[in-house]
């Protein structure tokens, strides 16, 4: 269930991607003569995001691991 889940998320994510890397390219602005740093991360933004959304999700549904005394005080 949870792997389906966040392959679901990981295809959105990287449709999202592709659409909003196609804009950037149109909208950049020219580097002309100043050096641009090109070099590649160990994850890439796709990777990122999911990551991040996944999380997310996960803290929806377990607060108390993060926050546990704050979470107590609430209930």
């Known amino acids: ?6 392959i679901e998320i990981l295809v959105k994510v990287d449709d999202f991607c592709e659409e909003f890397d ?3 390219k149109k909208h950049q602005l020219n580097s002309g003569n ?6 590649k991360a160990a994850l890439s ?3 990122i995001i999911t ?3 996944a999380f997310s999700q996960w803290l929806i549904y377990q607060p ?3 926050l546990p005394g704050a979470y107590l005080r609430i209930l």
């Open 51 to 53: 990551i991040l959304i």
């Open 34 to 39: 100043y050096k641009v740093r090109d070099r």
């Open 22 to 24: 196609l804009e950037i």
């Open 45 to 47: 933004d796709r990777e």
């Open 64 to 66: 108390e691991v993060l």
């Open 1 to 6: 269930m949870l792997r389906d889940k966040i």
